[in-house]
């Protein structure tokens, strides 16, 4: 059975930083490609930052370029999440998912974990 379980997210005031964690089990990680969602209250599911399992590619989204990175630890079937310069618009839950059955950029992926939320105070 294959199980995603972020951590990690909490309360930060705006400039803080946060690192996410999206630990899988029955899947190895780094053979699928990972990505981070997050969706505010009445907003759209977006996608945040992804890693594709063919040679390591990062994507970002413009919104978060130069404040988030994304990372894996493949001895610890572990995705990871670092959040800097945090800002109140960043406030969500935030999750991670695995295998893309479409483009990376958009929501349709096979695997999700249950979400972590993270709150920015101005």
């Known amino acids: 059975q294959v199980q995603l379980v972020e951590s990690g997210g909490g309360l930060v005031q705006a400039g803080g930083s946060l690192k996410l964690s999206c630990a899988a089990s029955?899947?190895?990680?780094?053979?699928?490609?990972v990505a981070w969602f997050r969706q505010a209250p009445g907003k759209e599911r977006e996608f945040v930052a992804g890693?594709?399992?063919?040679?390591?590619?990062?994507y970002y989204a413009d919104s978060v370029k130069g404040r988030f990175t994304i990372s894996r630890d493949n001895a610890k079937n572990t995705v990871y999440l670092q959040m800097n310069s945090l800002k109140p618009d960043d406030t969500a839950a935030y999750y991670c998912?695995?295998?893309?059955?479409?483009?990376?950029?958009?929501?349709?992926?096979?695997?999700w974990g249950q979400g972590t939320q993270v709150t920015v105070s101005s």
């Open positions: 998912a695995a295998n893309n059955l479409g483009p990376l950029r958009t929501a349709n992926y096979q695997f």
């Open positions: 029955g899947l190895t990680l780094n053979a699928y490609t």
């Open positions: 890693i594709a399992w063919y040679g390591g590619t990062i």
